[in-house]
């Protein structure tokens, strides 16, 4: 049973290095057209979405299997219930993905020369940063970097508010650039949810590693979309 167990969990393993690699990638291109204005980049994330969908799915049925035939008990149990909840977590953040390309589009479509403001930029850089180091530590199970990552989170909060001081202004100076100005905003709201989620896969992480879990414990909002 022991050897059959192993095959289950490679098997689980390498779909999630797939769905994590696949979810990066598109997080990179959906804010690469948002930082260049690129229609085919945006488009080309809308196009992608239901392969993620499709692994989401696929981890949560390889983990039910693993769970009906082997009857996992204690840290193998804790570990499939681990890796449904990360699937979960980078399938919103693909989803998330999605909406930032919808915006980039919407803003395309306005005809109007836009650009990222500075706290996106930044919000940009350590989002993605976050993501990067968050699969990390799930493949390596890192209670530590874990715990870094959710520190990390409260300036990606920050960068987020500060955008509304950048719309207030630039509304005021130029109102016939509120349309894309509020979808910019609104890619900022996107970036900084990808940042909770993968907050919450480093939050999944330390429960898994130590059983210890912290979530809720420095945070005041959910941090589940809906």
């Known amino acids: 049973?022991?050897?059959?167990?192993?095959?289950?969990?490679?098997?689980?393993?390498?779909?999630?290095?797939?769905?994590?690699?696949?979810?990066?990638?598109?997080?990179?291109?959906?804010?690469?057209?948002?930082?260049?204005?690129?229609?085919?980049?945006?488009?080309?994330?809308?196009d992608s979405d239901d392969q993620i969908d499709v692994l989401d799915i696929e981890v949560e049925e390889e983990s039910l299997q693993a769970i009906a035939l082997f009857q996992p008990v204690?840290?193998?149990?804790?570990?499939?219930?681990?890796t449904m909840a990360v699937a979960h977590e980078l399938e919103?953040?693909?989803?998330?993905?999605?909406?930032?390309?919808a915006c980039v589009l919407r803003i395309l479509d306005q005809e109007r020369r836009a650009e990222m403001p500075e706290s996106l930029r930044q919000a940009h850089t350590h989002a993605s940063a976050m993501?990067?180091?968050?699969?990390?530590?799930?493949?390596?199970?890192?209670?530590?970097r874990s715990r870094q990552l959710i520190e990390t989170d409260a300036i990606v909060d920050e960068l987020h508010h500060s955008i509304f001081d950048w719309l207030?202004?630039?509304?005021?100076?130029?109102?016939?650039?509120?349309?894309?100005?509020?979808?910019?905003?609104?890619?900022?709201?996107?970036?900084?949810?990808?940042?909770?989620?993968?907050?919450?896969?480093?939050?999944?992480?330390i429960y898994l590693v130590e059983g210890d879990i912290v979530r809720h414990r420095s945070h005041t909002t959910p941090r589940e979309d809906g």
């Open 131 to 144: 993501l990067r180091e968050g699969l990390d530590a799930f493949i390596e199970r890192d209670a530590q």
């Open 74 to 82: 204690a840290s193998d149990l804790r570990s499939i219930a681990a």
């Open 1 to 46: 049973m022991s050897r059959h167990w192993e095959r289950q969990l490679d098997g689980l393993r390498r779909v999630m290095l797939t769905m994590g690699s696949m979810v990066e990638s598109q997080v990179e291109a959906a804010l690469l057209s948002a930082s260049e204005m690129d229609r085919e980049t945006a488009q080309r994330v809308l």
């Open 92 to 101: 919103r953040i693909g989803d998330l993905a999605v909406n930032i390309a």
């Open 168 to 205: 207030k202004q630039g509304v005021a100076e130029r109102p016939e650039d509120f349309g894309w100005m509020i979808e910019m905003t609104s890619i900022s709201r996107h970036v900084e949810r990808i940042a909770d989620h993968v907050t919450n896969i480093a939050e999944i992480v």
